[in-house]
């Protein structure tokens, strides 16, 4: 099975320009995360979504942050405009709900940003 | 406050020593979920384990093995002999159901392990 794919791998841009996250959870899955993860502050959930929902946005750092969920397939994670600070690595996840799974969420292999 | 702490930032040991990697966490609810996940040098985090607050017994998988103690607020993970491929970041997590019942995992800060030839 395909596990939670995110592009792009890598990505070194300018401040000031816009920066899109791109994820597809595992098939079947109901919930979505983003987390960050940064020397500073560690793993940091940023928002999650329930049935392409957003849920929980509180982690958000700003409003130059936005993420979208326009059907269960597909998620984006925008930055506009980007600053050198945002550099970190950005985590897509998501799991199925219940006590089978145990609530597992399963990530992503991270979208690494730098910002020159 | 922290709900999950990994007082370890780094270890260090030499190829075949045992280890052991402590969590501590904090959580008033009766049902939460513990898990621990690997993150190796590539990056990725890979889920290992996960424990629900209702089975206390200990699990063994190969050289790993994890110790939940309700009673110390403890999940540790012991890695017996080992190699160079388990350097890596460890994390420990939580996911309660007091946030409207959503068990949305909170991550502990991660112990570096690196194991020596």
């Not at chain 1, 320009?17 to 983003?34: A, M, N």
């Not at chain 1, 506009?80 to 609530?103: H, I, M």
């Not at chain 1, 969420?105 to 991270?110: L, M, R, T, V």
């Not at chain 2, 017996?80 to 409207?100: N, R």
């Amino acid at each position: 099975d395909a596990g939670v794919i995110q592009s792009p791998r890598h990505e070194v841009t300018e401040m000031g320009q816009e920066v899109t996250l791109r994820c597809k959870p595992i098939s079947g899955h109901d919930y979505l995360f983003w987390y960050r993860q940064t020397m500073m502050r560690g793993l940091e959930l940023l928002i999650y979504f329930n049935n392409n929902v957003p849920i929980d946005d509180s982690g958000m750092p700003e409003d130059r942050f936005s993420a979208k969920m326009p059907n269960a397939s597909f998620s984006t994670l925008k930055i506009q405009p980007s600053e050198p600070r945002d550099s970190a690595v950005y985590f897509c996840a998501s799991r199925t709900r219940g006590v089978r799974s145990g609530n597992t969420i399963y990530f992503g292999e991270g979208s690494w940003l730098t910002v020159v | 406050a922290q709900k999950v702490t990994q007082a370890q930032t780094e270890i260090s040991v030499v190829e075949k020593e045992d280890v052991t990697l402590d969590c501590v966490y904090e959580t008033r609810d009766t049902t939460y979920y513990l898990f621990w996940y690997k993150q190796p040098p590539s990056g990725e985090l890979v889920f290992l384990i996960r424990r629900n607050s209702f089975d206390e017994q200990n699990e063994i998988s190969g050289r790993y093995s994890w110790n939940f103690q309700k009673s110390t607020s403890s999940f540790n993970f012991t890695i017996t002999a080992s190699q160079v491929v388990d350097s890596a970041v460890y994390f420990c997590a939580l996911s309660e159901g007091a946030s409207g019942g959503s068990y949305i995992p909170t991550f502990g800060r991660g112990t570096s392990l690196i194991v020596h030839p």
